[in-house]
């Protein structure tokens, strides 16, 4: 199975989406264990699972679906070799657009109406209100908010678009509410790449500690946020919970 994951090139990968795919496939086999260097018909579709449910207490849904892309990939092309007769990676659901992260003794979902978010928003520091409405009306994690481009803001409709390896074109639409659209323009200048140039880049562990503090105050992030994570991860910007508006 590691020698199967290794030496899998697709055509035409740029460099960049190569470093992804492996880091995504060593990511996969650590999870595996010893299992990692069995056959490959020795996979079962429960690892995979397994694999995935873990993931989703630290990791956004976009990146959820982005790993399960590349998995995808490689299992469908030895299917097609007949090296597998079918996919391990039949039956592993679709990562939700929210992801269950909460933290030990926290909810796993939290709602707030309109009002309540406005009123959130208004405590926050300026720049970190879009960060915190682009969570809740779109279920995006920090990293994803700091990346996200101009070009990916419809203004004129309203839309956001976010990338999703798994949808035909690409990308998936968002309709934002129309203060927050107005928020993003108001926050980047024409010649800015990013939406949240001020806030790109911006390592995790130094976003401010009135940010922080009101984060947890109202149930954003878990109360530990930087335990370690099963395989060694932390938990830190994927950390915030998963939010929507009430209806």
């Known amino acids: 199975m590691r020698a199967y994951l290794c030496a899998f090139r697709p055509a035409?990968?740029?460099?960049?989406?190569?470093?992804?795919?492996?880091?995504?496939y060593a990511a996969f086999l650590e999870h595996l264990g010893a299992a990692a260097d069995q056959a490959?018909?020795?996979?079962?579709?429960e690892a995979c699972r397994s694999f995935f449910e873990e993931r989703a207490q630290s990791m956004a849904p976009t990146t959820l679906r982005a790993y399960r892309a590349y998995l995808n990939k490689a299992f469908n092309a030895a299917v097609e070799?007949?090296?597998l007769r079918v996919s391990p990676m039949q039956g592993v659901p679709q990562p939700s657009r929210l992801p269950v992260c909460a933290g030990e003794g926290a909810e796993a979902e939290k709602n707030f109406t309109e009002?309540?978010?406005a009123r959130m928003l208004k405590e926050f520091p300026p720049a970190y209100r879009a960060l915190v409405a682009l969570r809740v009306h779109a279920g995006l994690g920090i990293t994803e908010c700091q990346n996200l481009r101009r070009s990916q803001l419809n203004t004129a409709?309203?839309?956001?678009?976010?990338?999703?390896?798994?949808y035909r074109g690409g990308f998936i639409a968002h309709a934002l509410p129309p203060f927050l659209v107005g928020l993003l323009e108001d926050m980047a200048s024409p010649e800015d790449e990013?939406?949240?140039?001020?806030?790109?880049g911006i390592h995790t562990c130094h976003v401010?500690?009135?940010f922080t503090a009101l984060c947890r105050q109202y149930g954003l992030i878990p109360p530990n946020p930087t335990r370690r994570m099963p395989g060694g991860g932390r938990r830190n910007e994927r950390s915030f919970l998963s939010l929507r508006v009430a209806e």
């Open 115 to 117: 009002q309540e978010v």
């Open 12 to 24: 035409g990968e740029s460099g960049r989406t190569q470093a992804k795919r492996r880091q995504i």
């Open 208 to 210: 401010s500690r009135k």
């Open 81 to 83: 070799r007949g090296l």
């Open 194 to 200: 990013f939406l949240l140039q001020e806030l790109h």
């Open 157 to 166: 409709a309203g839309l956001l678009l976010i990338k999703n390896h798994d």
């Open 40 to 45: 490959l018909s020795a996979l079962g579709g």
